[in-house]
């Protein structure tokens, strides 16, 4: 395998890595009522998980 001729600055090998870290918005799920939650987590407005009651929340 061919080796480089000269060295990659610092700048040059953290803009290349640096492309990739993008914020992403997080996904999210409906629920049947129609609220949005993230998967895999219960759903802290209805209190479900996987469309069992987990938790009451009124008050």
Known sequence: ???PK???SKR?????RGANQ????????KDADGTAYRPHR???VS??????QVFDTES
């Not at 993008?22 to 799920?29: C, F, Q």
């Not at 209190?47 to 069992?52: N, Q």
């Open 6 to 8: 000269r060295k990659q």
């Open 42 to 44: 219960v759903n802290l």
């Open 47 to 52: 209190g479900t998980y996987r469309g069992r």
């Open 12 to 16: 040059r090998s953290r803009l290349r």
């Open 1 to 3: 395998m061919g080796q």
């Open 22 to 29: 993008t914020l992403r918005a997080p996904l999210l799920a």
